[in-house]
């Protein structure tokens, strides 16, 4: 008998290349090498690179939004608080990590976000899916009085992750934590109350 691929042993080698070297960086044949498995049992699963992408995006985006989530339900913290612990983790996490992967999501959406609707799509429902779990906390903070109310959580949680984001870029190519850290103290001063 032989053997059977766990779907999901594929995706996670696909978000360790993926994240690594990028979209376009990645071939059919990287993918079956690091998954060590053939080409017909990949194709039994996915239809394409793209839609190897997708799931690949799809897998770590509700991952990590679970994570999130429970990030959240768990901070014993004030909301503020518990946003700045959050992107204060974030930040120690990417430089452990020497700046070189960052966010999956992130790097997709740079890389091909603009070339690939499906791609794109994917990235944006589930960074929309994080913006709602950060706006949940937002509004928290803002029921206290420790956020601003001149914006809704919404747009909070936008300017909070987006600018997040920009600055998981700029690392890539600074590779060091000044503009992390310059991001973390302008934007809380930014939205407290």
């Excluded at 996670?12 to 993918?31: P, T």
């Amino acid at each position: 008998m032989g053997y059977k691929y766990n779907k999901e042993d594929i995706l996670n080698v696909g978000f360790d290349v993926f994240r690594r070297n990028g979209y376009h960086n990645v071939g059919i044949n990287q993918i079956l090498k690091e998954a060590g498995i053939p080409k017909g049992s990949f194709y039994n699963f996915f239809e394409t690179k793209e839609d190897f992408a997708q799931q690949v995006i799809k897998q770590y985006g509700e991952s990590n939004g679970c994570w999130m989530k429970d990030y959240f339900d768990d901070c014993s913290l004030s909301p503020i608080e518990c946003l700045k612990s959050f992107y204060a983790m974030m930040i120690d996490l990417n430089e452990k990590d020497d700046y070189s992967g960052c966010c999956l999501v992130n790097n997709m959406s740079v890389e091909v976000g603009r070339q690939n609707n499906a791609i794109a799509s994917e990235a944006n429902t589930h960074f929309v899916g994080w913006l709602n779990i950060l706006a949940s906390v937002v509004a928290k903070g803002q029921d206290l009085k420790e956020i601003t109310n001149e914006f809704t959580p919404l747009q909070l949680a936008e300017y909070l992750h987006a600018g997040f984001y920009g600055v998981l870029s700029r690392t890539k190519v600074t590779r060091n934590r000044v503009y992390m850290d310059i991001w973390f103290d302008m934007t809380f001063k930014f939205i407290k109350a």
